[in-house]
């Protein structure tokens, strides 16, 4: 005789329930996935340690080297003879003002 064309209730079935079953999958890979970020993100906000001694040590003579440097500059600065008269390197292309 001829073949049933619809399949039998078993078959159907079993189809049924691999789609809810790759549906349900999806969903918790999915899941899963979106919560990995939030959860990496909270593993470092912990309080910071804050520097170590090395870095302390290293920012303390850093310290102490722009301060050196500052009264280097300075005590230069003092150096310098003040100026006895204004220098005007434009002086000779100017005219002179009329009175």
């Given at each position: 005789?001829?073949?049933?064309?619809?399949?039998?209730?078993?078959v159907q079935r079993?189809?049924?329930n691999r789609r809810a079953l790759r549906l349900f999958s999806i969903a918790v890979v999915t899941a899963v996935l979106?919560?990995?970020t939030p959860y990496a993100q909270a593993q470092h906000m912990s309080a910071p340690a804050g520097p170590?001694?090395?870095e302390k040590a290293?920012?303390?003579?850093?310290r102490a080297l722009e301060k050196d440097t500052d009264e280097a500059y300075k005590s230069t600065l003092?150096?310098?003879?003040?100026?006895?008269?204004?220098?005007?390197?434009?002086?000779?292309?100017?005219t002179p003002p009329q009175k």
């Open positions: 005789m001829y073949a049933p064309l619809t399949p039998p209730p078993t079993d189809e049924k979106l919560m990995q170590s001694e090395k290293k920012a303390q003579e850093k003092k150096q310098i003879p003040e100026a006895k008269q204004k220098v005007d390197p434009w002086g000779s292309m100017r």
